[in-house]
């Protein structure tokens, strides 16, 4: 199933989770696994089964804010990752070019543009230093294409390139939906 319109956004409050590794080994594209554990994750969508598969974009933050705040001015040029809020690009679904068996939700967080780490993966795009086991906190705001089986890693990177462009070119809106989801990532201990 995906994402009508009607259904988004979607608020998720989760942990990063280890996936397959391949998202920075096989495509330059670290995607950070939400843990769908029933235990772990707060959802605006209660059922499991009935996250809707795609591609999307939306609004991503890692870690408590209160903690990140005096972490980011205490780091050198106060750019951790931890405490602020990243446009991203969303997949949901099961990685059809790989055929997984489990659904994934898995992000790619997208440094601004003069963000040292913004194009430091080995394909050109953002790597930050690990963060798995932190708490992260998600919007899925809009829907971007669905998601396919691509012949071969270079025409799927190249796919989730262009993903990360849109991505960015539609968070930058300045619609009251849009700035409503930049809010609540930024502040949200619940969903
Ligand atoms: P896995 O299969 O374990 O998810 P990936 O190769 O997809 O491995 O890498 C994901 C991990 O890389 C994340 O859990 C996070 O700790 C880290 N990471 C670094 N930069 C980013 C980024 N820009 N977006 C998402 N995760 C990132
Ligand atoms: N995997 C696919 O098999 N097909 C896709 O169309 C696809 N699109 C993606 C779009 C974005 C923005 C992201 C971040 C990932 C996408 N993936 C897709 C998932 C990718 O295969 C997965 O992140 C890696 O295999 C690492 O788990
Ligand atoms: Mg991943």
Known sequence: MTAQSTQLPIRMISRVVHGFGRGSKDLGIPTANVSLDKDTLKCSIDDYDALPTGIYWGFARIGEPSVDLSQGKGDAGGQSVLGRVYTTAISIGYNPTYNNKEKTVEPHL?????????????????????????????????????????EGLDKLTEAIKKDINDAVNLANGSEPFIIAERTWVKTASDV
Not at 113 to 130: I, L, V, Y
Request: charged content about 20%; glycine content about 8%.
């Open 110 to 150: 997208i440094a601004e543009p003069d963000h040292p780490q913004r194009h430091a993966s080995s394909t050109g795009e953002t790597q930050f230093q690990d963060f798995y086991g932190k708490t992260i906190v998600l919007s899925v705001v809009g829907f971007i294409r669905n998601e396919l089986p691509f």
